[in-house]
């Protein structure tokens, strides 16, 4: 009687063994399946995790390929204004202190620092660089019998000629003025050395 009592409390036992395991094996299925869906892992996208604009290579190591530096801006060149200036002859030389215009090219006033016939201002080159070189402008006109104090500004042309050279430097060698209104014309023979300052009849 006794153990016909333990063989059936030892089946029951299995029994239950058997049911609790079953269930454990249902409970660890549902768990799987929940956390994926088709039941593949899915590796992380690579490009998710790669910063736009940076490549493979630069990721794997190995230095990204800089910019090319930027070459220095090519240096100014020198002016052509500048260029002629320097190769245009000059106006004698100064040949003494205080006198104005001499010793440059086209000068927009004379002054032999002196009275006032030795002066011209709003001096306007019409050419220069040629034999010779003409301008007009306003200097001090004194008419035959009268005195420096009677003179009056009148309009004069003035003309640099004798192209060569003064201390080296080409140069115009002679300068003179003369006043067309006044029945005036160029003559070569009455010129002012402008590179002495001699006067040779003016």
Not at 65 to 90: C, D, F, N, R
Not at 168 to 191: M, N, S, V
Request: hydrophobic share 35%; with cysteine.
């Amino acid at each position: 009687m006794r153990s016909a009592v333990r063989r059936a409390a030892v089946a029951t036992t299995v029994l239950s063994a058997v049911v609790l395991l079953g269930a454990c094996s249902s409970t660890t299925g549902s768990a799987d399946a929940g956390s994926s869906p088709s039941g593949v892992a899915t590796a992380p996208s690579a490009s998710a995790s790669t910063p736009s604009g940076v490549t493979g290579t630069a990721l794997s190591g190995t230095p990204a390929a800089t910019a090319p530096t930027p070459s220095a801006a090519p240096a100014t060149p020198t002016s052509a204004a500048s260029a002629v200036a320097a190769s245009l002859p000059v106006l004698g030389t100064v040949w003494a202190p205080g006198v104005r215009g001499y010793g440059v090219a086209r000068p927009a006033g004379l002054s032999n620092n002196g009275d006032p016939t030795g002066i011209v201002t709003d001096l306007n080159w019409s050419s220069w660089g040629g034999a010779k070189a003409e301008g007009t402008g306003s200097a001090e006109y004194v008419g035959p019998g009268q005195s420096v104090a009677q003179g009056s500004a009148e309009q004069a042309t003035v003309v640099a000629f004798d192209l060569g050279t003064c201390h080296g430097q080409t140069a115009y060698r002679a300068l003179e003025w003369y006043f067309p209104g006044k029945g005036q014309h160029f003559d070569p023979t009455r010129y002012f050395d402008a590179c002495t300052g001699q006067d040779h009849g003016m």
